[in-house]
């Protein structure tokens, strides 16, 4: 397999340096969005600092987080250490999920399925339903009211 270079000069690699004259044409020849890759990079290391978390041996967040745009875009919206690590563990053991801890307390990512779940999590993305008692994944929330208060819906 081989790529095909276009002959309108789109890209100036020199020195390690690359420069795109046409970001989009950039991105689309190397699958790669630099703001996305910018956002994941940010995002890991602000969760890297405020969550414990273990990987396995060559595995790292920011590895994990490439080319996963929807997760990416998840995080965008994710106020990351607004959710205690001991909250977060309480919280994925009352959704019943696998959610797996080293000896050392670290959460354990192995994989895309591991850190969906942990994105989810602190997005708040899983509830039980007060009518029947099950558990969902939510996919998408709007928050009713914001005013600081918490606890039991008002009743009318």
Avoid: C, W
Wanted: charged fraction near 30%; aromatic fraction near 6%.
């Amino acid at each position: 397999m081989g790529i095909k270079i276009p002959a309108d000069n789109q890209v100036l690699i020199a020195d390690g340096t690359i420069v795109a004259f046409d970001q989009g044409k950039f991105e689309k020849l190397f699958q790669y969005d630099h703001q996305s890759a910018a956002l994941a990079e940010s995002k890991a290391k602000e969760i890297t600092e405020k969550y414990q978390l273990s990987f396995p041996e060559g595995l790292t967040l920011e590895k994990l987080l490439l080319d996963k745009k929807p997760l990416i875009e998840k995080l965008q919206d994710v106020a990351v250490g607004e959710i205690a690590q001991e909250k977060l563990l309480e919280y994925a053991d009352e959704m019943n999920l696998e959610l797996m801890t080293d000896e050392k307390g670290a959460i354990i990512i192995m994989d895309d399925r591991d850190l969906g779940m942990f994105v989810n999590l602190l997005s708040e993305d899983y509830m039980v339903s007060s009518v029947t008692g099950k558990r969902y994944e939510i996919k998408s929330k709007k928050l009713i009211q914001d005013d600081g208060a918490t606890g039991e819906p008002p009743r009318g």
